[in-house]
């Protein structure tokens, strides 16, 4: 269902215009206005869903089935050495437009605009403390 304050259902119901990637029953594609890096595209659903947290399963199906498609629609335009596929849910996060979206980011080179650098703790964690909080999360699913 559409909701009347978000803009990326706007853009699907044609009330914002955009640049179009792609369209189906249940997907949008559309240029990501940053454009972080050349051809940076948002793959969406068409119903509203919020964040990862709230999507059916179905509906994260539908979204992601049409991923490849269009990475390599991107791929043989703008022939990328690579793509990051992003999807922020949360503030922390950096998500800021609350209508669940990936992110298409065409990689170039490492100096292309786009960075995700982390810290890694390879060192602090034993298998066994991994193997207790898989454990956890998998009792939760
Ligand atoms: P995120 O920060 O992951 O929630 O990404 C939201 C993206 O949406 C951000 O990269 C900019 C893009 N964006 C926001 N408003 C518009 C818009 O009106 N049109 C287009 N094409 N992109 C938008």
């Given at each position: 269902m559409k909701?009347?304050?978000c803009i990326f259902c706007k853009i699907v119901a044609?009330?914002?215009p955009s640049a179009k990637v792609y369209e189906d029953e249940h997907?949008?594609?559309f240029l990501d206005i940053s454009q972080v890096t050349?051809?940076?595209?948002?793959?969406?659903?068409?119903?509203?869903?919020?964040d990862i947290f709230e999507t059916p399963a179905e509906i994260a199906g539908e979204l992601f089935a049409r991923v490849p498609k269009i990475a390599n629609a991107i791929k043989q335009v703008y022939n990328p050495e690579g793509v990051n596929l992003l999807n922020?849910?949360?503030i922390f996060a950096g998500q800021s437009v609350y209508h669940l979206?990936?992110?298409?980011?065409?990689?170039?080179?490492d100096k292309d605009g786009?960075?995700?650098?982390?810290v890694t703790r390879d060192d602090q964690f034993y298998l066994g403390e991994l193997q207790e909080m898989a454990k956890d999360i998998n009792d939760a699913i």
């Open positions: 909701h009347d304050d044609g009330e914002i997907v949008y594609a050349t051809g940076h595209t948002l793959v969406i659903p068409k119903v509203h869903t919020t922020n849910n949360g979206h990936i992110h298409i980011i065409p990689r170039y080179d786009f960075n995700a650098k982390w």
